[in-house]
DNA sequence: ACCGGGATGTTCT
DNA sequence: GAACATCCCGGTG
């Protein structure tokens, strides 16, 4: 099947829908892309872990703007971190890329990367697939429908999984019982949960 | 393998 | 000040 990008109506639906769907599209970056094996879902409404919940803010006004824009946020100072958004203009809500496999571009995401030591290294987690690809703020509130920033979702025919592992979000304090989490079973480049801090 | 700690901008209390 | 949708490096087993 010939790619071809998802249409606006693909991304003006609740986050939990979309997220799954996601799963083995394909993002284009600048530096290449990558098939989407892990992803998360973020509710600006009824959702405490969002960045949107406490309402629209300078950083998080796109994601109250029309589906399917990229909202990227500097995350820990260090990193870029991507989403997809979702909903109708007006309501927030947001999918985090958070693993791909990489498909094209490899040799730049490795120049890109340096401390990956392994390819499955590259794009295995949300700050990682940003430097990888070329991400950054840059890249804040452009349309993945036209492609226009240089960033796009494709659909080369790879359906979503029917079996993908649906479980609990990673990294959050809040709602941490919410089950928006989905990634492609068994696929070596899924991040690794991170390791929990001691606690007193 | 596991663990501790550092980096470091933005947002919120 | 503290928390944060993270990642990397170095020490120890």
């Avoid at 990008?5 to 892309?33: C, H, Q, T, W, Y």
């Avoid at 070329?134 to 429908?145: M, T």
């Avoid at 359906?159 to 990634?183: H, L």
Wanted: glycine share 12%; hydrophobic share 40%.
């Amino acid at each position: 099947m010939k790619p071809r990008r998802l249409p606006r109506r693909f991304f003006a639906r609740d986050p939990a829908v979309v997220a799954p769907e996601l799963l083995n599209k394909v993002l284009i970056g600048p530096n290449g892309a990558g098939r989407i094996v892990e992803v998360e879902a973020y509710d600006g409404t009824n959702d405490p872990a969002s960045h949107a919940y406490r309402g629209l803010t300078p950083r998080t006004a796109v994601m109250f703007g029309p589906p399917g824009h990229l909202y990227v946020y500097f995350s820990y100072g260090v990193h870029w971190c991507a989403n997809v958004v979702c909903r109708h203009d007006g309501v927030a809500g947001a999918v985090l890329l958070r693993a791909l496999a990489p498909i094209s571009g490899v040799e730049a995401m490795r120049v890109a990367r340096p401390a990956a030591r392994r390819d499955r290294d590259l794009c295995s987690g949300p700050g990682k697939l940003c430097q990888a690809l070329g991400i950054d703020r840059g890249h804040d509130g452009a349309d993945l429908v036209t492609a226009d920033g240089g960033v796009g979702v494709v659909d080369d025919g790879v359906a979503a999984p029917d079996d993908a592992v649906n479980t609990t979000r990673v990294g959050i304090s809040v709602a941490t019982d919410v089950p928006w989490r989905w990634y492609v079973r068994g696929d070596p480049n899924v991040s690794r949960a991170p390791r929990r801090t001691k606690l007193a």
